[in-house]
């Protein structure tokens, strides 16, 4: 269907584009993966008594961003795209601040739970942003892009937070962030044109919100493709949740973590790499399902592994480490077609779209993995087994899915 919305000239070069959506997007990785190494002094400092809780941290601020996702999209469908994103950035460091002076583990959640608001205007917003100017294909390709330079944030940041934590704990964590949404905001302000020209502007009210989250979700293959999404977000974030106690506690990595999870995200950053290379021969949904396929097969494999402890010690953490590659080359092959093909169908109301389908996968991804990341034993048997149910599912729903 053609787009009814005229496309604003790309006054700004492309690899600048791309690499300032990279640090955009870069912001919800960096405030998740950068707290890793803290897990073990927050547990001990503000919830000694039951340290699997500290894993909260990570889900409060999903939960926040997934709360946040619902208004950012809107609110940049009405005001445009510039303003929302740099009034997240905004919220989300004020909120980084009130982090550094909680005294207890419930204000600390508090507090990510708003900076996690604060940080979905950026990341959804930039996500319309891109709709703005491509279409399809594409904007698999661009969004691929990003995804490529973004998938570097995961294998720095818990070196960065550890660092950090060394020399001035793990409340200074929170001083980077504040540091990273004001290199966003000014590299925004000083270099991108406004992406939405004020006569494709929507009107802010609820009538107009109704309607087009109607449209959104009314929409048979939308419903499908936020499913997957859901799923695979959830499968992820489980992982996330539990990677530090897993490589430190179950597999004895404790000093080498934050080498060992940079390994593993740039291994799994080659799935950015081929799908950007490849999307536009063979398309969005047969290499979606490839992906899904390709994981159902690893962690069924790894589900009989360790259900049946059928590993010698020697080979239980190589294979852990292998699976955990898989999860998230997985990610990188999938979220960049998963989001491109549920946003072409619904480009003159991108905003509004983007944030219906990032709110219900990101707020049905906390329900996947808080419980999966709670349920830690000391062994990799709950999230290997959440993972082969989800792909299981997200592989039977892309039957359904039409890429057209």
């Known amino acids: ?70 208004v950012g999209g809107p609110l940049s469908d009405a005001l445009g795209r510039k303003p929302v994103i740099t009034a997240g950035f905004a919220l ?68 960065i937070g550890a660092v950090v934590i060394h020399f001035v704990g793990w409340r200074g964590v929170f001083g980077s962030f504040v540091v990273l949404a004001l290199i966003g905001s000014l590299w925004l302000n000083l ?30 293959q939308v419903q499908l493709v936020t499913v997957v999404m859901t799923l695979g977000f959830g499968q992820m974030f489980a992982l996330l949740s539990s990677a530090q106690q897993l490589f430190v506690d179950t597999y004895g990595k404790g000093d080498s973590f934050p080498l060992w999870f940079a390994a593993m995200a740039l291994l799994s950053g080659s799935g950015t790499v081929l799908n950007a290379r490849y999307v536009v021969r063979l398309g969005m949904r047969r290499i979606v399902g490839w992906a ?46 998963l989001n491109a093909m549920a946003l072409q169908r619904m480009g003159h109301v991108a905003g509004m779209a983007a944030s219906v389908i990032g709110a219900i996968s990101t707020l049905g991804a906390v329900l996947i993995a808080a419980p999966v990341g709670l349920l830690y034993d000391g062994t990799a048997r709950p999230i290997v087994l959440a993972t082969l149910v989800c792909s299981g599912l997200a592989l039977m729903l892309m039957r359904g899915v039409r890429e057209g």
Do not use: H, K
């Not at 492309?14 to 890793?36: H, K, R």
């Not at 661009?142 to 940041?157: G, Q, Y």
């Open 191 to 220: 270099r991108r044109p406004e992406t939405l020209p004020e006569t494709a502007r929507r009107p802010l009210n609820t009538r107009s919100l109704v309607a087009a989250a109607r449209e959104v979700m009314g929409n048979g």
């Open 292 to 337: 899904y396929g390709m994981q159902v097969l690893v962690s069924g494999l790894m589900t009989v592994l360790v259900f049946c402890d059928l590993l010698p010690e020697a080979l239980r953490f190589p294979a852990f480490f292998f699976w955990a590659v898989s999860v998230f080359f997985m990610a990188g092959v999938t979220f960049g077609n």
């Open 92 to 159: 989300y460091a004020i909120a980084a601040v009130a982090a550094i002076f909680a005294d207890s583990l419930d204000l600390l959640l508090a507090a990510r739970f708003v900076q996690g608001i604060g940080a979905a205007a950026p990341r959804i917003v930039a996500l319309a942003m891109v709709r703005d100017l491509y279409q399809g294909r594409e904007m698999a390709r661009i969004t691929s892009f990003v995804m490529m330079v973004f998938i570097l944030v995961p294998a720095v940041a818990p070196s």
């Open 1 to 70: 269907m053609p787009d009814p919305i005229a496309r604003p000239p790309r006054s700004q070069p492309l690899p600048e584009f791309i690499a300032m959506l990279a640090l955009i997007f870069a912001v919800i990785a960096f405030s998740i993966d950068s707290m890793l190494p803290a897990l073990p002094e927050i547990a001990a400092a503000l919830t000694p008594g039951n340290v699997n809780r500290a894993q909260l941290v990570l889900t409060s601020f999903v939960g926040g961003l997934g709360m946040g996702l619902l």
